[in-house]
């Protein structure tokens, strides 16, 4: 990069928020996914104000750039995939604003989402949007990648919870999008920002919704003999007209890791959980207890378990949240997929997924997020051995076919980024992508911001993407 | 038997060009051990060396991916790498959240380990660390003398001398001096070889660790803890030959030290004559648990090892597991507890402190907000990276003013320091106690 434009960026910034030697660019390669690509330079503003400095800068020498948050992410979407300055928003970190009467948070995009609940946490509110990732993740990575979590099924996704935004846009305008107001007029534009995947501006600010916290939580485990039985109980709770909170399923396979390291309780013999919740007020919520409880036996669920108490409702999330965790015990890599489908096709999905591991001869943990029909399945594998690695994501992708022919979606929540970026057009026509780079481009018309995500670009040099092997590790969710 | 570090920056590279990986064969980090990190990133918030810099390099994930990188050949370890492994304070706060169960502490000793190893520290760090390690820390007697020396400094009022004449500003020491301990009159070292009787019915027969600086800084403190069991039905057996448990010799990667002085306290202490091995400080502990960490070659060492570590207990576990049943009387005060690291991350003890400060009548525990993190003491960082160490100090003297508790009480005796400290800095007034002081504080002596 243009010895020049890090001078610049070193007087705008000051020599301790800018880095620049390779081995310093070498720990920014990475971000929670398998995509591996390095940047030029990294920096890190501390207001608003640099942020704009910094996009000027960068159009000064056209050179792209990229949003970052604290790196968890899954699908590369914070990687500088061409190069370019890496702006990590890390000490942008402050809660400018909590307002209790009105329910809203003023935010800096490096807020770790679980400190903003935990930072409000005695005036019985929260933030919703709640990624496995939320202990470490950032609101401002969140609204780009419009997290979703265990209790999206309830509460909705990052953009349910976004009031208004101040964003840079890649030409150097500050703007501020929305209102703070419930409704604002003209677009929607925060509902086109958030979910962009840092391609659209680097957002700055971010007023927040608080929700309440429920009165009261009900959290139960369905044990299940077989996987149909679980999947067709997910199946008439919902045509039941239940929402719970969240519904998450966990296969035998992955039950079995769990429980050899977590001791959770689940029975290592069965071929499937449900870990069900519903809240609310206390008589609604113990009676949509009751009626899931039913179905669950309805479906010839072996036994119904339900937490009495914050210490047995923990020890059951514990099981869940743990669960990359306790794969990660069994192989050193593994390959995390993220898919949807509709959730009536969960049975033959299964079926299929262990199909496709048996002729790759990979085993395959399933995690889902049931309710929605967001899958994840885990493929186990050894990254040393390049073939593993290309058969790992062959299969994936064969997965990820399947979600698509079942009427489903590439991915759930991870994002495109650069990740699933060559899988879009199984599901999008040529004019579709057309319409959504104009979008793009009307905002990022020279494509400095986060270029190479989200579209197979035909522009440029028409790089083929060879995927370099992961250090050690892989994805979760 | 350590590898002579090499000799010029030439050798180190001559080195690095013939082997892929930088690390040599032995005491490295393995594969196995740092490949199960898959760099989820979840660990970030939970650094406190992230939190203060926001850099990546700074982080767990980022030192694991820089081991990594050296193991591959593609990082040497040079100024960089050393600064960043340094840096850590090894809280191991974020084995705690770790979701893939990386056992982070072991992994950071080796690091440190191979940079004993391949890497020539400045001349005055070398004779430091060297005069610290492997000269001070392992001789018993050397402490006392040493202890008798600064003793006299403070006594004599050279202290104050030495802070008006602005002598410790020119040395760039006036942070520090407000670290250092203050010398006991009545040195612990007098106790070793004696045996303390229970009071009442003797439930167990316990062994007691007193530990090296703490021999000279917290007799009393150690002998609070003896009370304390012996009140609770313990005879306590003070054995002779202990020494420093080598925690601080392993964080910093001098294992040949490490492995002597766990060798010594073997034979030391014959684990089979008592119920369990009991220490006042989290830190000792910790090392103490896992001193079969040290010995993966050695067959006999790790036996021994591993039945020397099954007996080891933190006070706060053991006496928490036992259940109190001496009386005590009503202590009408609000307090705060701030976990020590190596208890609550090192060991996973959370709840046994805060039993036991529940089980004395009329004290008040009122939690502070983030009192897992580390407060910046971490054995000897507060003295090596004392710029770090007092702005975690800050913010965790905020903390613990906010819950306007009149006592911050922990579970290690580095704790205790840097905490008294940071209220002596920020001028809080609150008074800074072990558990086990509470409680004997509270115990109705006849």
Redesign the interface.
Known sequence: MDSHAINDLKKLLGADAV?H?P??L???E???SVEVARPNCVV?PRHTKEVVGIVQIANRYQIPMIGRG???GLSGGALARQGGVLV?F??M?RILEIDVENQCAVVQP?V?N??LS?AVAQTGLHFAPDPS?Q???TIGGNVSENSGGPHTLAYGVTTNHVHSLEAVLPTGELVRLGSPALDSPGYDLPGLFVGSEGTLALVTEITVKLTRLPETVKTLLAIFDTVDDATETVVDITARGITPAACEMLDGWTIRAVEA?VHAGFPVDCAAVLLLEVDGLREAAEQHAEEVADVCRLHHAREVRVARDARERDLLWKGR??A???V??LS???YVQDGVIPRTKLPQTLRRINEIGEKYGFEIGNIFHAGDGNLHPIILFD?REEKQFQRAVASADEIIGFCIEMGGSITGEHGVGMEKDRLMPLLFTEDDMNLMRRVRDAYNPVGLLNPGKIFPDTKGCGEIHVRPLP??????A | MPATPPQSHEDAQREFALTLSGFSATDKPE??D?????????????CPT?RLW????DSPR?RI??M??VD?G??EI?D??VTHIDRCLNCRNCES?????VEYGKILELARAQIEQKYKRPFTSRVLRDFIYRRLLPYPKRIAAAARTLRFYQRWGLASLARNTGILRLLGLQDRESLLPKIDSNFFFSELGKTFPAQGRQRARVAFFAGCVAQVTFSELNRATIRVLQANGCEVVVTAEQVCCGALAAHAGVRDVARNLARANFSAFHADDFDAIITNAAGCGSTLKEYSQLFTENEADLESACKFSAKVRDISEFLADLGLVAPLRPLPMRVTYQDSCHLVHGQKIREAPRKLIRAVPSVELVEM?LSDLCCGSAGVYNVMEPKAALDLLSDKMHHAQQTKAQAILTANPGCILQLRAGAAIHKTGQEVLHVIELLDRALIKS
């Open positions: 880095l030697r081995e310093e070498l720990l920014y990475y971000d929670g890190f604290a790196g968890t990590v890390s000490r970190n490096g770790v679980a400190d935990v990732s202990k470490a993740s390291y949240k743990n990359f965790g306790a990660g015990r050193p890599t593994y990254a250090v050690a590790g892989a994805s979760r | 594969y196995e740092y490949s199960r990190c898959v760099h989820c990133g979840l660990c970030s918030n939970n992230y926001g850099r990546e390099a980022g991916r820089q990594a990188l591959q593609r990082l040079g960089t790498f959240v770790c979701p893939s169960g907000a």
